[in-house]
Every structure is written in C-alpha cells, then in structure tokens.
C-alpha cells in the first residue's frame, strides 16, 4: 500500500528555517513525481514545489522561490523540503503527494497524499 508520512513541521520565527520530509513506504520514488502543497486556515489547498522522477526537475510557486529547495535521496525514499528566510505568510499545514513520474500545480492530478505536518511562522 502506497503511504506517504511527512515530518519536520514545528513553530519557528519569522526568518527561520525548516526542514520537511517526505518518507514513503509501499513503493520506490524512482518513478514517482513527488509535490509538496500546503493549505493556510480559510484557504484553498496550494502547490508549493515538486520534484520530478528520473532526472528530478524542480518547480517553485513564485511565493518560495530562493527560499525553497526541494530535493530527493531515492536511496532513504524520501523527499526533502528545506525552508528557509521563512515568513509569517508561509503558516499553514504543509502536504506531500504522489504522481507517476510528472509534475503537476493541481492537487487533483496527485492521487496519493500524506496526512500532514504543521508549520508556524510567529514571533
């Protein structure tokens, strides 16, 4: 069974870093586009980044970009979002998802998801 479990959310202070992973289980990332999305309180659910399968192309939301990098260690199965210059705005629960091999900015498009992990940007 496909299972994907995030971790490395917590409070930090405007300015901080963060670092998100993506562990999977049940089948091998090699093949798999992995995205990460997050969904502030009374807001829809929004594509951050993602990684390509293969040769792991990047993709940013134009909000991160230069602060986010997504990256993979197909050999831990896992995938990394590594946060930094965080601000107040970056606050909401951030996901992980699953697709055979491309990226994609609509979360309808990633069939497999992770149940979630917490960020919070305050002082």
């Known amino acids: 069974q496909l299972q994907l479990v995030e971790s490395g959310g917590g409070l930090v202070q405007p300015g901080g870093s963060l670092r998100l992973s993506c562990a999977a289980s049940?089948?091998?990332?090699?093949?798999?586009?992995i995205g990460w999305f997050r969904q502030a309180p009374g807001k829809e659910r929004e594509g951050v980044s993602c990684?390509?399968?293969?040769?792991?192309?990047?993709a940013y939301a134009d909000s991160v970009k230069g602060r986010f990098t997504i990256s993979r260690d197909n050999a831990k199965n896992t995938v990394y979002l590594q946060m930094n210059s965080l601000k107040p705005e970056d606050t909401a629960v951030y996901y992980c998802?699953?697709?055979?091999?491309?990226?994609?900015?609509?979360?309808?498009?990633?069939?497999?998801w992770g149940q979630g992990t917490q960020v919070t940007v305050s002082s």
């Open positions: 990684i390509t399968s293969g040769d792991g192309n990047t």
């Open positions: 049940g089948f091998t990332l090699d093949y798999y586009a």
């Open positions: 998802a699953a697709r055979f091999r491309s990226c994609s900015w609509y979360r309808l498009d990633f069939g497999s």
